[in-house]
């Protein structure tokens, strides 16, 4: 009971963090025409819901003289193609199923899209993935994965490219379906201590490429995360190793 209950607040602590909603709590959202929305800190608008039918929209750049700041957008059944606008700084769009398209606004100085993921404006960041891809392979440009970037995603598949250094806590999220991740540099990123890294599978395969790197996987694993590792250089088996999570 006591291991349950400290998983349960560290999940909370991270989702609080990154702005997301969790599960259970109560907000009384306003409503801008097909848009749900709550007030950040009395100067902003956070955009929540879309609600309308229409397969691609244009998230609003001021609401009722308020800013639009954040897009941590909850549902949004019918969306594929959606639009930030200019005074987004933050988005979290991972948890719709249906999304695959991003773009924002030329004038926005705090996001970026490539390759159908939301960036910082540097490029070294990864934001947000969209949830409706299964196999996602990271920009070369990005050195770091953003907490809750994954979340709720269906991603299957991660290819982790060679010049990310951290994978924060809470990156992978309840990404239920996440089975494989491939590392495809000379180095193990960096790992968060929290869901950076964790399985709703039974197993969880990695790749790497070499044994020393399959070495230095499972030990930055431990203790961070409860799963079975099933390391894999090219397509031998190379280490099995059931990790569990340090409570203390």
Not at 28 to 38: G, L, N, Q, S
Not at 99 to 113: I, P
Not at 141 to 149: A, D, Q
């Amino acid at each position: 009971m006591k291991k349950q209950l400290i998983s349960i607040m560290m999940a909370l602590i991270l989702l609080v963090s990154s702005g997301l909603p969790v599960q259970g709590e109560i907000i009384h959202y306003k409503r801008y025409k097909d848009f749900k929305y709550i007030k950040s800190d009395y100067k902003s608008i956070n955009v929540r819901y879309y609600i309308g039918k229409k397969k691609k929209v244009s998230i609003p750049e001021k609401i009722k003289g308020l800013k639009v700041r954040y897009v941590y957008l909850i549902r949004a059944k019918s969306l594929k193609k959606i639009r930030l606008s200019r005074y987004v700084k933050d988005a979290n769009l991972s948890k719709n199923r249906n999304l695959c398209r991003v773009t924002v606004d030329k004038r926005n100085k705090y996001l970026c899209v490539k390759n159908n993921m939301i960036l910082n404006k540097k490029k070294t960041k990864l934001m947000s993935v969209l949830g409706g891809y299964e196999t996602i392979k990271i920009p070369k440009c990005v050195k770091r994965l953003k907490n809750c970037s994954f979340y709720w995603s269906k991603v299957k598949k991660v290819i982790i490219t060679k010049n990310v250094e951290v994978i924060e806590a809470g990156t992978f999220t309840e990404a239920r379906k996440l089975h494989e991740i491939v590392f495809e540099g000379n180095r193990i990123p960096k790992i968060g201590d929290y869901d950076a890294i964790d399985s709703y599978l039974p197993e969880m395969k990695f790749y790497v490429k070499n044994e020393k790197l399959a070495d230095d996987l499972l030990k930055k694993l431990e203790g961070k995360t409860t799963l079975t590792a099933h390391v894999y250089v090219g397509n031998k088996l190379v280490r099995v190793k059931k990790i569990e999570y340090d409570y203390t």
